[in-house]
């Protein structure tokens, strides 16, 4: 029951790492930010080991909202980081050439559900606005009908839209793979040195390793454990329902609860990690009855019917101090992507590129984005 939606479907697996070698570069972890780099990199005729745990998109990245949104979790109107802003909204528009089918571009709503969230959610559309970014605003009686009932209104982000997280990331490891990079399932790196990653018995010696485990980050390197959180956040689907209600993605009570209907009906539905937000600190990604209880609530005041519930699953999220991610060189030949705070779909493909054009020799001006949390970690 607790496999994701997302990743219950066939498989072709990677085998497992079963003797040493020598590659150029070693990336730990097959998420969406290992891959894109790895796909970078081999492109460019790097030679490129992942090193994945699980499976591939067996952590945040086959296990998520499916939200492909622009932007980060810091919020907009606090911090104007335009430059951020533009750097997402680029990778989202190579979304439907990686992603395929497995992309919907069909923007994105946010909604209300008070007062107060309404002049927050305003605020964010005119700093966007303003700053020239695409946004439009929506009454409470534009809303879709099944919102209205809870809603005052909100808006909407016209690039944004709905990823298929398991097939996203198979797919993003079959481009990677094509362009030349081997990738090992089934291999947990135990040990990351200058010039070398241990995955148990085998020894990957290597130029450069980037590390792109996100909120699975505990153990990998000690840096991160100090600056990055991990925190479980839980989802279910529900069997498909008879009609469709939900064309976009919808995010409410500032992101705390989030949904988006699959093209076979289903409602894919996350959130209320702030109803136990302590022991949601956590990097067991494994999910609770109260939680789901919770959750399987709030969809069947949404749907006005108690849902029937075909799948649960938790995974974990990567938090930072200022909610930004740590992207780059934390050691000389050790590089780091990861901390997304929760919203890494569309920065983990843009942040995994930053760090294969840094090792390419060619750093993005972007890469400037992240200094300070990557200096911040460093000492
Ligand atoms: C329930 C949930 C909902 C979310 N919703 C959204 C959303 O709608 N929109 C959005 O933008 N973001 C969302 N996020 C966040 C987003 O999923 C992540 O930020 C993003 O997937 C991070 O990708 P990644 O590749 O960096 O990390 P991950 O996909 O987590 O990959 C890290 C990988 O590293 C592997 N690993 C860890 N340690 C080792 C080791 N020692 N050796 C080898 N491998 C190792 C893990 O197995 C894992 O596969 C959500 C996250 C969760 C959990």
């Known amino acids: 029951m607790s496999v994701p939606y997302w990743l219950d479907l066939p498989n072709e697996a990677y085998p497992p790492l079963d003797a040493d070698e020598t590659v150029d570069v070693a990336v730990v972890g097959g998420g969406v930010t290992g891959l894109a780099c790895a796909r970078v990199l081999a492109a460019a005729g790097v030679r490129v080991r992942v090193l994945e745990a699980r499976g591939v998109g067996g952590g945040a990245s086959g296990r998520n909202g499916g939200f492909a949104l622009r932007g980060g979790a810091e919020p907009y109107p606090a911090t104007r980081a335009r430059e951020l802003w533009a750097l997402t909204e680029g990778a989202l528009a190579r979304l439907p050439e990686l992603a395929g089918d497995a992309f919907r571009h069909v923007g994105s709503l946010r909604v209300a559900a008070s007062d107060e969230e309404l002049a927050a959610v305003r605020d964010e559309h005119d700093a ?73 018995p085998h020894t990957v010696s290597c130029g450069a390793v980037v590390v792109a485990t996100d909120g699975y980050s505990d153990g990998v390197l000690p840096e991160l454990a100090a600056a990055i959180r991990p925190a479980r956040a839980q989802m279910l689907a529900t069997a498909p329902l008879t009609e469709r209600h939900f064309d976009a993605p919808v995010y409410a009570r500032e992101g705390w609860d989030y949904w988006q209907q699959a093209p076979d009906g289903r409602l894919l539905i996350g959130g209320w990690r702030d109803a136990e937000l302590e022991r ?60 997304y705070s929760g919203h890494g779909n569309v920065l983990a493909l843009a942040c995994g590129e930053l760090v294969a054009q840094a090792i390419l020799g060619r750093p993005a001006p972007e890469l400037e984005l992240f200094e300070a949390g990557v200096e911040r970690a460093r000492n």
Do not use: M
């Open 280 to 339: 949601e600190f956590t990097s067991v990604d494994e999910p609770t009855p109260t939680l789901q209880a919770r959750i399987e609530e709030f969809a069947g005041r949404l749907l006005g019917s108690p849902p029937s519930v075909t799948h649960r699953w938790a995974g974990l999220l990567g938090f930072t101090e200022d909610l930004r991610p740590l992207v780059g060189e934390l050691r000389e030949g050790v590089w780091v992507s990861a901390g």
């Open 128 to 200: 966007l606005r303003e700053d020239g970014f695409a946004v439009e605003w929506v009454e409470a009686g534009e809303l879709p009908p099944l919102l209205r009932p809870h809603f005052l209104g909100g808006l909407r982000n016209p690039p944004d839209g709905a990823l298929e997280p398991g097939r996203w990331a198979r797919r993003l490891a079959a481009l990677a793979a094509r362009a030349g990079a081997a990738i090992a399932e089934g291999t947990r790196v135990t040990a990351v040195e200058p010039g070398a990653v241990r995955a148990g």
